[in-house]
């Protein structure tokens, strides 16, 4: 009997970790297929950041629209290195404790490609370090400068990790004032526990976006919630009330995916009418603008979602 362990058939499909004859589980619908097309400005992409030992969330997060992004010639930049210390049950990024040392030159050398690039609008992301005493809050404050120096008109917007809730961390990267600061709830309420590592939790998410606003409300905030992970219509409809109340500007829905067998199962495939349900609800309850659809992620477009919305809300 051959043992098959976590693979994807091409198809989609995923395969049980043993079975003796091969059990298909969680069919893809059709609204989830994607065309991986790779074009000049897709390898281009992938060079320069090889060059200069930099690392995107498009590949450690195997996102679905890495083809799409990088075809642009745009990528989300993942800083603080490619391991992370928590261990959430819905992530692809590697797991380490400690993590490597950080990459003094990481600041200059963003700058710098976004330089080449050209380009006006860039999001930095992180993954969580835990093992050091700032948690990296000053390496984020360190890029954000670095990027605005060598590029003065670019706009900024960052996803940052929780930093365990430490306000004054927080405020290392709310002082450089970046246009936009994301912090992804991820999920409902409910499910906080069964979805995220412990160290993370909804109140202490809420909180960070909560704080972002008290310190300086000239700056947008944004959030991000993964469907189809058990989830009631109920529980994300509250989750974006609970959003609103604290003055989050943007938000983000998308399809989980599973990334491995290793990883929390999908519970459903949320089709795309009920992705349109969800944000006819987010724009009924005053969001600035709302990214909802099967292949939405945190960063997905995002400079031309921040433009529109300004666009719309003078």
Known sequence: MEVLIGKLLRNG????????????????????KIKLEKKDN??????????????????????????????????????????CTRACKFCAVKTAFPGKPLDKEEPKKIA?????????????????????????????????????????????????????????????????????IGHNIETVERLQKFVRDPRANYNQSLGILKYVKEVDDEIYTKSSI???????????????????????????????????LKHIEVKEYVSPD?????????????FLYVASGPFVRSSYKAGEFFIKSLIQNG
């Open 13 to 32: 499909l995923w395969v049980n970790k043993e079975v003796s004859k091969i059990q298909i589980q969680h069919k893809k619908p059709s609204w989830l």
């Open 42 to 83: 897709f390898s281009d992409v992938k060079d320069i950041l090889k060059e200069n030992n930099l690392v995107t969330v498009c590949e450690e997060a195997h996102c679905p629209n890495i083809s799409e992004c990088w075809n642009s010639g745009t990528a989300t930049f993942m800083i603080m290195g490619n391991s």
């Open 112 to 180: 710098n490609v976004l330089k080449k690039w050209n380009l006006d609008y860039v999001v930095i992301t992180s993954v969580d370090r835990d093992d050091l005493k700032d948690q990296g809050s000053n390496h984020f404050s360190d890029c954000i400068r670095e990027v605005r120096k060598e590029n003065p008109s670019i706009l900024i917007e960052v996803l940052i990790p929780d930093f365990k809730g430490q306000k004054e961390l927080i405020k290392n990267v709310i002082d450089v004032k970046p246009n936009v």
């Open 226 to 260: 993964m469907l189809g992970l058990g989830e009631t219509e109920e529980e994300v409809t509250k989750a974006m009330k609970d959003l609103r109340e604290i003055n989050v500007d943007f938000l983000t829905l998308g399809q989980y995916l599973r990334p491995s």
């Open 274 to 286: 009920k992705f349109n349900f969800y944000k006819k609800i987010g724009e009924e309850l005053g």
